[in-house]
């Protein structure tokens, strides 16, 4: 028997494809027609948007919004006020028909603050430094920081820096 889905009572949740175990808490706000999966966890004041996609047991921390075009892989950590963005050419009231896509692969990690880039994917079990701007794509494994984000080594899964991968 899976757990059931939890929501806050001052949570606003609209999306009838939420799976089980997964819980959204205060003030967060999931638009019908977002897809979130199952034993994934959405804090405090997070937005996500009617065509985003969300893996199963993801961790979304607070103030994260997640557009339509957003894809977010299983296992990834979504750090505190992390910036998605869909657009690379916004207009106020110019509407695009179909958003860009950004991917975020299985058990990738985005520190605090970051900003990602329409458009870009993060590999599989890459990590993005807390308070980087991501303009291009991050390979597997890969480490980036700054603004704009650039390597800065290799990880392994757990998320340690890889002494084995030569730089």
Not at 8 to 16: D, G, I, M, R, Y
Not at 22 to 47: L, P, Q, Y
Request: hydrophobic share 40%; net charge negative.
């Amino acid at each position: 028997m899976s757990d059931p889905i939890f929501i806050h009572p001052q949570a606003l949740v609209e999306s009838n494809e939420i799976g089980a175990g997964t819980r959204v808490w205060a003030f967060a706000h999931v638009m019908k027609g977002a897809r979130v999966g199952k034993e994934c966890n959405i804090g405090d004041h997070s937005f996500i948007e009617s065509g985003a996609q969300i893996g199963d047991n993801v961790t979304i921390k607070n103030g994260v919004s997640v557009w339509d075009g957003v894809e977010i892989g299983n296992l990834v950590f979504v750090g505190p006020n992390v910036a998605f963005t869909n657009d690379t050419r916004p207009r106020s009231k110019v509407y695009h028909p179909e958003p860009e896509r950004t991917r975020i692969l299985e058990g990738a990690s985005i520190g605090a603050n970051a900003t990602i880039l329409s458009g870009v994917t993060i590999g599989k079990y890459a990590m993005v430094g807390a308070g980087s701007v991501v303009t291009k794509d991050v390979q597997n494994f890969e480490l980036v920081m700054g603004c704009p984000a650039r390597h800065a080594g290799w990880v392994n899964e757990a998320g340690e820096k890889n002494l084995d991968c030569a730089d």
